[in-house]
Every structure is written in structure tokens, then in C-alpha cells.
């Protein structure tokens, strides 16, 4: 009786078994994240790879220029790029002398040579750009509570970098779908992961910016000055990455050719032979 009792549940077990493979799924509900979330657009830079070979394409000075001006003047407000030091912006074309210039129109923390007290100075070259808020806390406390991130490797930490900070920038004021909820204090953007984002649009008009080589001021181009600015601060010797790259491919395709001939060369007397002369086999 027992061992029949053991068969049933044995074969009830198997056939659950074969079921759960064979059965068919119910249909998944459908993620509305899924169905509202848009690919980062398709923009191209300078310093992009034509053809996608990643070693041609420089970066285009004035646009760096441009894109430090609109992190500068709109970004900095709530996020920090405490990777970059004032000095590292010769880089983008600015002489030293403008260099010095833009590190002391910034306050830096700093203790008072005489008393100890804590104070602030004026920045020089060597100081990383300083962030708008003293730590997390205070960031968030003026961000309802989210934290605006720092920007130095945001270009590497997102897929698509450049592209997605781009549609990110460019992506605010899209109709929200009917069945889609924005909560109080967060807007709503189809490039974002969650769709709601806690960052107010930072370029919300064209000519919030007066750029200085005359350059038309619209979103679209502050947009993508300062995701190319943004490329920069994440990957500073990319050009340099790539001159190496090109030098090691010519070398490696010298030493091919030269490997070739000298194999020629090496085994050139004993193709020659006749086959009698060669050692039996
Ligand atoms: C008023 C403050 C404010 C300004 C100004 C601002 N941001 Fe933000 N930003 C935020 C906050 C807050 C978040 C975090 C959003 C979240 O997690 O929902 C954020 C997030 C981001 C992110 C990360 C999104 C992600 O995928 O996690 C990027 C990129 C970004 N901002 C770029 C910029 C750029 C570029 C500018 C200047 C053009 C700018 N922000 C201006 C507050 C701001």
C-alpha cells in the first residue's frame, strides 16, 4: 500500500515537472518603464570614430570651451565635477593666464594661515573645481531629497554616454502618456531609467548661455557642448589613446612585413634545392 501511495505521489511529482516545462507562459505584463523608455538619439561629434573605428577624431576646442561655459553657468548649480582641476582646462585651448582667471573667480575652503579657523580663498590652478554643496547631505537637502551626481565620469558610467547625456538634456517637456504617473517634485523624461526624473529641465530655453565665439545659444547646442565637454572630463587623453593606437598598429605592421622577408630569406637557400638533395624521408 505504501510503496502504491509513494508511485501516485511519484508520478503527480513528474508530471507537475513536465508540465512546468511544457506549459505555456502567460503573457507577461506589459512594463510601461518598457514601453515609454526611448534609446538615446542619434548625435555625432568631432571626436566621434567615422565608421566606427575607434582611433581617428579629435576633439573640437571651441566646442570644449562652449560646454565648460554651459557646465559652468547652468550645471555647477547642483553638480560637482571634483575630478577636473582648474589647471587640467589648458586642455580645452585656454591659455594659463585664462586659466588662473577662471580658478579665482571660485571660492575655495581653506583654513586661515594665522588663526586655524576655517575660512575661504580665492582658487588658483591647482585646486579641483569645487562642488556646490559641502557633502551628500546638504546636496540632497536642496534636491527634494535626490542626489545630483558628479559629473566627472557620468559620459563613462551611462550606456551610450555622450548620447544619453544629449537626449537627456534635450528630452524635458514630452507629452506624458495617459496612463503614465508623474509625482509631485519629479519630471517627467523618456530617456531616464525610471522615466521620472528628480532633476528640474537645467535647459529649459534657447539663449540661456551667451557664448563667447558667437556660437547660436540653443538647447540643442548647449545640449550637446556640454555632453562633448562631458566626454572630455571622463576620457581627458583620448587623443592621445588614439595617436598611440595608430603608432602601435604601424609598428605592428612593420615588424610583419619585415618578419615576412627575413623568413624569405632565412629559407630561401633550402626551397632552393632540388628534391634529391634533400635528407630522405
Ligand atoms: C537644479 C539642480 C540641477 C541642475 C541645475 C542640473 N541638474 Fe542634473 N541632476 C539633478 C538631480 C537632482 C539629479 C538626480 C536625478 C535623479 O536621480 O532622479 C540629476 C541628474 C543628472 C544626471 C544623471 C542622470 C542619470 O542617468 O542618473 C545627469 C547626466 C545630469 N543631471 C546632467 C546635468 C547637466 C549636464 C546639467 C547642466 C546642463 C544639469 N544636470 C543641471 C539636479 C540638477
Not at 579629435?58 to 559652468?72: E, H, I
Request: net charge positive; charged share 20%; glycine share 8%.
Amino acid at each position: 500500500m505504501v510503496k502504491l501511495i509513494a508511485g501516485v505521489v511519484g508520478i503527480v511529482f513528474c508530471l507537475a515537472l513536465l508540465w512546468g516545462a511544457v506549459a505555456p507562459r502567460t503573457a507577461e505584463t506589459p512594463d510601461p518603464v518598457a514601453k515609454y523608455h526611448l534609446a538615446p538619439r542619434d548625435v555625432s561629434w568631432q571626436n566621434d570614430n567615422p565608421g566606427g573605428l575607434a582611433v581617428f577624431g579629435t576633439f573640437d576646442r571651441a566646442q570644449l570651451q562652449r560646454g565648460y561655459q554651459v557646465y559652468k553657468e547652468i550645471c555647477s548649480g547642483c553638480h560637482s565635477l571634483k575630478r577636473v582641476a582648474f589647471r587640467n582646462l589648458t586642455d580645452l585651448g585656454f591659455s594659463a593666464a585664462q586659466v588662473k582667471a577662471l580658478a579665482k573667480q571660485s571660492d575655495v575652503a581653506s583654513i586661515d594661515d594665522k588663526t586655524g579657523e576655517p575660512n575661504t580663498r580665492k582658487g588658483i590652478p591647482a585646486d579641483k573645481i569645487p562642488g556646490p554643496y559641502a557633502n551628500e547631505a546638504a546636496a540632497r537637502a536642496a534636491n527634494n531629497n535626490a542626489l545630483p551626481p558628479d559629473l566627472s565620469l557620468i559620459t563613462k558610467a551611462r550606456e551610450d554616454g555622450p548620447r544619453y547625456v544629449f537626449s537627456l538634456l534635450t528630452g524635458f517637456g514630452k507629452p506624458v502618456p495617459a496612463d503614465w504617473k508623474v509625482p509631485d517634485g519629479l519630471y517627467y523624461n523618456p530617456y531616464f531609467r525610471s522615466l521620472n526624473i528628480a532633476m528640474p529641465p537645467p535647459l529649459s530655453a534657447d539663449g540661456q548661455v551667451t557664448y563667447a565665439d558667437g556660437t547660436k545659444s540653443t538647447v540643442q547646442q548647449n545640449a550637446k557642448d556640454v555632453a562633448a565637454f562631458l566626454t572630455w572630463t571622463a576620457e581627458p587623453t583620448l587623443e592621445a589613446r588614439r595617436r598611440t593606437g595608430i603608432g602601435v598598429v604601424a609598428f605592428l605592421v612593420i615588424l610583419t612585413i619585415l618578419g615576412y622577408l627575413s623568413y624569405q630569406r632565412v629559407w630561401a637557400d633550402l626551397k632552393r634545392r632540388k628534391p634529391e638533395m634533400l635528407p630522405a624521408e
